[in-house]
Every structure is written in C-alpha cells, then in structure tokens.
C-alpha cells in the first residue's frame, strides 16, 4: 500500500526570487516545505547559477502549470565577448579565445537573425535526453554525441548596454523551450569573437514578475507561519492568458464530475478555444468550448483550505 503524502492541501502560486546556487528543484522542495503544502511544481527550470524569476505551483495550481510554462519570458544576461566555454558559460572551461572585439554597431546588427521563429541547438550541458541519457552526463563522460537543432521562438532581443570591449547586457523575450546560452554562443560565433554567459536573470514569466517576490531568506525565515501564507496566490493568475467563462451551477456540477457543463456565452470566446471556468468566484475547470459548453480537460478539486 502506497504511503499518502503528509501535508496540506494548499494550493495557489509563491513566486520566487531565486538566487545563484540551489537548483529549480531544490527551490520547489524548500517551498514545498516551508509552505506545508502536499504537492508542488514550477514552470520552467533555471540553472543553478541563474537568479530571478522562478513561479512555484502548490496543490491544485500545478494544474496550470503548463500554461504558464508555454507563456513568452524575459531574461537579462551578461556575455563575455572573446572567449567560449564548454558549457556556454561562466562555470565551464575556456575551449577558444578570439582577441576580436566587435563595435556596439556589429552587436547590433548581429541581433536581427535570432529574432523570430528560429532553430537553436541547446548546449551539450544541458539537460536535453539523448537515448534516454541527459546530455550533460554524456558530456562530462566525454561522449561524442550531437543535439538536433529545436524551434524557438524569440519575441525581441536587445543590446542594453556595453560595460566594456569584453562585456555587453542584453535582454530577450522568447518562448518555451529557450536557452539564453545558446543564444550567446552562437551570437559569438556570428560575430567571429567568441561569446559566453556569465550572468544570467530572468525578470518575468507569462503572468509573474519579479517585483513583490520571496526571497530564499524570507522563505527560511517566515517558513509555516501566517506570514509566509500571505503570499499565496491565486491557482487562476497561472490562467490569465487564457478567456474565462462563467458556468452555470449545473454546468459547474457536471465539470466537477469530469463531463462538459454549461456556459455563459462570452464574446472573446469562439467554438474549438481552451478556456477556463468558474463559479461563485472560484476556477472550475479548463477545456475547450464547444456550443456553449466547456469540456474539460483538467478540473480543480479545491478543498476549503485551498
């Protein structure tokens, strides 16, 4: 017999400002913790060195993680120019050196070709499967393996300022699926000098900005307390990208059973569009609307603590 999970059933968004160090996943276990919560996930994986933005799922809020995940994001990064390492940033080993230095002129006009509907190859230490094998455990035993080229979308990337010759700030607002390293490297290599990350923030996700986030000391220190409740969001600011529907009370009835239920028609809404519902001020469901029913694909099963 399977032992049942000890904790809460709580359940909303804590958005986190993660500093360089823990992994994604030792975030969510902190929060997890601190919150007393069952269940946890986040949308979207920073790398341990990377600070920033970080949304954390409780409970039934894990539900809409997806949406959240699939949501434009905008990181801030650092590059050194001249130098590339073997994990396209700061951490790896220098592997080739250039004394080439473009002018704020070049860096410009190197930008246009990463902006849009792009293919990217993801760094070799990434985590990326390969014959079921992550690839950065491929590449710290030294294998020859390559990575195929994915589809990336980038919504805008800018140069914000130039330090120096070596360094130049920029920002980029992409899809699901981005890796601002590879961005570097391969911005480098257009360039003819060479390029790494060495620092590396996002600044906001989907719905969620960095402003009014918890620190990893204010999660130690407010840890189960009232205090640290507090800044439990709403499960629905993970759906605010998506149209919301009001059900009737025997449409909300039939979705909590898992069946398509009745809707208040709603004029940013169209046949074969996901959408969510609610009733009495709480999410329902998300599905797809059809003649003027949602059938659901995911229902929330909220107890009064969430």
Not at 11 to 30: F, L, M
Not at 86 to 109: K, L, M, Q, W
């Amino acid at each position: 017999m399977a032992r049942r999970r000890k904790g809460r059933d709580i359940s909303g968004w804590v958005i986190v400002d993660k500093p360089s160090g823990p992994t994604s996943t030792a975030v969510v276990n902190k929060v997890r913790w601190a919150f007393d919560a069952k269940k946890a996930g986040h949308a979207g994986t920073l790398d341990p060195a990377a600070t920033g933005l970080l949304a954390i799922a409780l409970g039934e809020a894990t539900k809409t993680v997806p949406y959240v995940t699939d949501a434009l994001k905008a990181y801030l990064f650092t590059i050194r120019l001249g130098q590339a390492t073997n994990t396209d940033d700061a951490e790896g080993e220098i592997i080739s050196e250039s004394d080439a230095r473009p002018s704020d002129n070049e860096i410009r006009a190197a930008l246009p070709p990463f902006i849009g509907d792009i293919m990217q190859v993801p760094p070799k230490y990434s985590a990326v499967k390969i014959d079921g094998e992550r690839a950065y455990a491929l590449a710290r035993d030294d294998e020859d393996f390559e990575i195929a080229a994915r589809p990336l979308y980038v919504d805008s990337l800018e140069m914000i300022s130039r330090p120096d010759a070596d360094t130049a700030v920029l920002e980029m607002v992409c899809g699901k699926g981005g890796y601002v390293r590879s961005i570097a490297r391969d911005l480098g290599e257009a360039l003819g000098c060479y390029a790494h990350v060495t620092e590396l923030r996002r600044v906001w996700s989907g719905p969620f900005e960095t402003e009014g986030a918890l620190s990893w000391e204010e999660i130690e220190e407010k840890a189960r307390t009232p205090e640290l409740d507090a800044h439990l969001r709403p499960l629905e600011e993970g759906l605010v990208d998506l149209p919301m529907l009001r059900c009737t009370p025997e449409g909300a009835i039939r979705m909590r059973n898992g069946n398509p239920g009745m809707v208040m028609a709603a004029a940013d809404v169209e046949y074969g569009d996901t959408a969510w519902a609610s009733y009495e001020g709480k999410p329902v469901a998300i599905g797809i609307y059809r003649s003027g029913e949602l059938h659901p694909a995911r229902v929330f099963n909220l107890t009064e603590e969430a």
